[in-house]
């Protein structure tokens, strides 16, 4: 900003703050213009793989991403039936860390996400977020937590399992395409079985006095089991990942709201610019 003021005057620099995309017959020829958004770094599937830690996941960085909710109405949020959103890919000319605090963008790619495909997105990252958390050699006690309160809590408007009504409840499952539907039932199998992981780490590594917490937590994931088995008429199960549930008695019964072993896929999480990043 100090830049760009310097060189234009402060008075003729203004900040749009709003991510969405400008027309630039909408601004004042008299001023000029910086947008800014967030970004993140963007590792497709191998990159993930190759890249172990967070130094390597935030250094030697070409792609960078960020996401826009829109609604077809024109509207930014909406209900979880209406609520799109559009994920931007930058490529920028040269690798992050770099010489120069700003490099050009040397194209950018829109991908649109419609409301299931929003959900099935949604979805897929919890799962994942979860998994990594678990599977750490130093599991964060206070991030587990947090996700699994955002995950297993039953709510009527809000969390999972407001997409699992939205697109699942017989009266509206008929809307969307098979495959859609198929992916995120697949999902949320996936879900259940990643919170119950989560609830064997958490019991295993909390002390006495978080055991009222624990017992408060089962509770809900069997409520959230429940509930999530009534709207997709099918009793949830959990895939057979070589978990030694037998080892674990104290925490068998976490499951017991579930059983059998389901099979399936895994579903994947899903020009030029003058921009800078």
Do not use: W
């Not at 130093?138 to 587990?144: F, N, T």
């Not at 590594?205 to 624990?214: G, N, S, T």
């Amino acid at each position: 900003m100090k830049l760009y003021s310097d060189k234009f005057g402060s008075e003729n620099v203004r900040i749009i703050y709003d991510d969405g995309k400008v027309n630039p017959k909408d601004l004042d020829a008299k001023f000029a213009y910086i947008q800014v958004t967030y970004v993140t770094p963007f590792l497709d599937e191998k990159e993930m793989q190759d890249r172990k830690t967070d130094f390597e996941k935030s250094h030697n960085i070409q792609r960078f991403v960020f996401e826009m909710p829109f609604t077809v109405s024109g509207k930014k949020q909406g209900g979880v039936d209406q609520q799109c959103k559009r994920r931007t890919i930058l490529t920028t000319m040269h690798h992050f860390p770099y010489v120069k605090k700003r490099i050009p963008v040397m194209y950018q790619q829109h991908i649109d996400l419609n409301p299931i495909e929003v959900a099935i997105d949604e979805m897929s990252n919890k799962v994942s977020e979860l998994q990594i958390l678990c599977s750490s050699s130093d599991v964060d006690m206070i991030k587990l937590q947090l996700k699994l309160q955002g995950s297993v809590i039953v709510q009527v408007n809000a969390g999972p399992l407001a997409y699992a009504r939205a697109f699942l409840e017989e009266a509206n499952v008929k809307k969307y395409p098979d495959n859609k539907i198929k992916q995120l039932k697949e999902v949320f199998r996936q879900f259940v079985e990643a919170c119950g992981q989560a609830l064997v780490v958490n019991e295993r590594l909390i002390k006495e006095d978080q055991l009222e917490y624990q017992e408060e937590m089962k509770s809900n994931y069997r409520d959230m089991v429940r509930e999530l088995s009534n709207i997709m008429h099918e009793q949830i199960s959990l895939a057979d990942d070589g978990m030694k549930i037998s080892h674990l008695p104290d925490s068998y019964h976490i499951f017991n709201a579930i059983s059998g072993t389901a099979g399936g896929t895994v579903v994947q999480g899903i020009s030029n610019s003058s921009s800078m990043v």
